[in-house]
């Protein structure tokens, strides 16, 4: 399973440099020998010259087109030494410059023309948009253009996290891709075992919550009393966007290692009365902190209660992963205090000695201190950075229109899930009834809904 997994990198890769390969005989005309790393002067003055005859082409569309794929036919065949550069190059050479941005500021101020107002303005919007705009705005005309410009972010991503500054690149990046993407233009797929092997081979490589281990375990999450769903974007016909994995089971589950495991019974789907979002994977670095949209788990609601009159409650079973880590510094910044203001009357050498030892020996912590444990995570949930919570996980289904409705002691005893939350998993509510509601609470007002066990844990001593 390894060896296919590795190939599917290549694959993706491919699809997109079809697209550009209709010129990759001439484009050595165009650019010269330019060397993969980019490290000659030479290279990077021919490079630079190329950009800008793309911001400005000498010709009609055909040639515009032309020395756009010829641009990014380079960029594919560009070491990741040559990538940083390019994208550098693209980040601190084309920004409108201070002098015009200042010159048509004052232009549209002192303009007393009524007649010119609105002309003025446009040109104002133009200049303050980078040059650099109109070079991706003349990939997404291509037919993997948009898939291309995803990965370009990806790469940029890749190395902002590596100390490079590419903010203003990142920035149009964001631009361009978050006016693409949306709910409404995702296609929803079901997803089953006579599904194409590329897309299943996809599914178990960018699997992110639970690992999927064997192709017999990938077997058993697209049993019959399982789904699995993968959100889709016209311009990215063959790559999923999204991966939802989602359990038809008989209660609220409690415990991640009981969902997977691959040797307990199959149930009857038409039983069902739980479905249960166990897994949500997005698949494309390029498209983080892009919203595609605030209603994508209600997309997969509606469809399963089409499916199944039966089912009747809808959650999730889902990870805290910054749960340690930000116990670990409220506790190490002043925990007393914080501890006295949530109201818990116990030492910070204690409950410190509790969270080293979990991962060792989960089963050594008293209940007592199980319960503090898990009211400290209930207000970790509760937690926020200016109006949003600062959980990932948390954000996303509360922006999807969730409340949080229970957390569950020991629901994940691997070491990761030990590690990360202590073990402790949370359920999300999904009612349909209440889904708008909650999403307009959460992202208009910064109201987190949570159920009234929650509300218990919150409470103060």
């Not at 980019?38 to 290279?43: E, I, P």
């Not at 192709?215 to 699995?228: G, I, T, Y």
């Not at 166990?278 to 494309?284: A, F, G, H, K, L």
């Not at 889902?318 to 501890?339: C, T, Y």
Request: proline share 3%; with cysteine.
């Amino acid at each position: 399973m390894e060896n296919s997994l590795l190939k599917i990198k290549y694959r993706t890769i491919s699809s997109v440099v079809k697209v550009f390969d209709e010129v990759t005989d001439v484009v050595l005309s165009w650019v010269g020998n330019i060397g993969k790393d980019l490290s000659r002067k030479q290279d990077i003055d021919n490079l630079l010259s190329k950009m800008r005859e793309c911001v400005s082409p000498k010709g009609g569309e055909v040639k515009a087109r032309y020395n756009t794929i010829s641009l990014g036919n380079l960029y594919l065949q560009l070491s990741d030494v040559g990538k940083a550069r390019f994208l550098r190059m693209l980040n601190d050479r084309f920004n409108s410059t201070q002098e015009e941005v200042d010159s048509k500021i004052s232009e549209y101020v002192n303009n007393t023309d009524s007649a010119l107002e609105e002309k003025l303005r446009f040109e104002l919007i133009s200049v303050l948009s980078s040059p650099r705009l109109s070079i991706l705005k003349q990939f997404m005309s291509l037919s993997e253009g948009v898939k291309f410009l995803v990965d370009m972010r990806a790469d940029a991503i890749t190395l902002s996290r590596k100390g490079e500054n590419f903010f203003a690149l990142e920035r149009d990046l964001k631009g361009v891709l978050s006016s693409l993407f949306d709910v409404g233009l995702l296609e929803l797929r079901h997803i089953t075992w006579d599904s194409p092997a590329s897309l299943l081979e996809k599914l178990i490589f960018y699997e992110a919550v639970h690992a999927i281990s064997s192709w017999e375990d990938l077997r058993h999450r697209l049993e019959s009393d399982r789904r699995c769903f993968a959100f889709f974007h016209y311009k990215m016909p063959q790559e999923p966007l999204i991966f939802v994995e989602v359990a038809l089971v008989n209660d609220v589950a409690n415990s991640v290692q009981a969902l997977l495991d691959d040797s307990a019974p199959k149930k009857d789907p038409s039983e069902a009365k739980v479905a249960i979002f166990y897994s949500i994977s997005n698949t494309q670095v390029g498209l983080t902190g892009i919203s595609l949209g605030n209603f994508l788990i209600k997309r997969v609601v509606s469809r399963l209660s089409s499916e199944f009159s039966n089912i009747k409650t809808y959650a999730t079973l889902s990870p805290i992963p910054g749960f340690v880590r930000w116990l670990n510094e409220v506790l190490a910044s002043d925990g007393d205090a914080f501890l006295r203001s949530v109201g818990i009357s116990h030492s910070v050498e204690g409950l410190q000695s509790y969270i080293n030892s979990i991962s060792s020996d989960p089963k050594s912590i008293p209940v007592v201190s199980q319960e503090l444990l898990l009211r400290l995570c209930a207000h970790y949930l509760n937690t926020k950075s200016g109006s949003r919570v600062i959980d990932p996980v948390a954000h996303f289904h509360l922006s999807n229109g969730a409340s949080i409705r229970r957390l569950n002691w020991m629901a994940d005893t691997s070491q990761k899930g030990l590690l990360s939350s202590l073990g402790i998993m949370v359920n999300y509510s999904y009612e349909l009834s209440k889904i708008d509601d909650n999403h307009e609470a959460y992202v208009v007002h910064g109201k987190v809904t949570y159920s009234r066990e929650i509300a218990t844990l919150l409470k103060k001593s």
